[in-house]
């Protein structure tokens, strides 16, 4: 199994939302400089987010996308169904989704399913507060939004 661009891209779009601005509106522009992704390429990944729940937008001055949960309550796993859809590392039977010819006597298919869940459940105990933490572990710098620091 390879996972598109749309989750990684996905993945790395969030964690830096979670990361510089945790639950207020991060600007497009921002998240594509410091990831490296282009803006145009942004809008469409984050379509698929918002459609799935996972982000929301808010246009204006003081708006942008910002997270619909904490960052300890959404998942890898969670970015990756919204982006690829189910979570799958091989494909059992024709391309329509029919039974195998060999569905009951495949001693393969519990091994692709055993694998499947392992992963799914590895993912799933991965959240955005879990990759905050991993940005901090290695020295990974916040940056401060300009637009919410108000000075007296």
């Given at each position: 199994?390879?996972?598109?661009t749309?989750?990684?891209?996905g993945l790395r779009?969030?964690?830096d939302?979670?990361?510089h601005?945790?639950?207020?509106?991060?600007?497009?522009?921002?998240?594509?400089?410091?990831?490296q992704i282009?803006p145009r390429y942004?809008?469409?990944?984050?379509?698929?987010?918002?459609?799935a729940?996972?982000l929301?937008s808010?246009?204006?001055p003081q708006g942008?996308?910002?997270?619909?949960?904490?960052p300890?309550e959404?998942?890898?796993l969670?970015v990756i169904?919204?982006?690829?859809?189910?979570l799958?590392?091989?494909?059992?039977?024709?391309s329509?989704n029919?039974?195998?010819?060999?569905?009951?006597?495949?001693v393969?298919?519990?091994?692709?399913?055993?694998a499947?869940k392992?992963?799914?459940?590895?993912?799933?105990g991965?959240?955005?507060?879990?990759?905050?933490?991993m940005?901090r572990?290695i020295g990974?710098?916040?940056?401060?939004?300009h637009?919410?620091?108000?000075f007296?």
């Amino acid at each position: 199994m390879k996972l598109s661009t749309k989750s990684r891209y996905g993945l790395r779009a969030l964690f830096d939302i979670a990361f510089h601005t945790g639950m207020l509106p991060s600007q497009i522009k921002d998240i594509s400089r410091r990831q490296q992704i282009s803006p145009r390429y942004l809008e469409q990944i984050f379509q698929e987010l918002k459609k799935a729940g996972l982000l929301k937008s808010k246009r204006g001055p003081q708006g942008g996308y910002r997270l619909t949960r904490k960052p300890e309550e959404i998942s890898v796993l969670d970015v990756i169904r919204a982006t690829e859809g189910r979570l799958a590392l091989v494909e059992c039977g024709t391309s329509d989704n029919q039974a195998c010819a060999l569905d009951s006597q495949c001693v393969t298919q519990k091994v692709w399913r055993g694998a499947a869940k392992a992963l799914s459940d590895y993912l799933a105990g991965v959240t955005l507060a879990d990759l905050c933490a991993m940005g901090r572990e290695i020295g990974m710098e916040q940056e401060l939004d300009h637009r919410f620091m108000y000075f007296i």
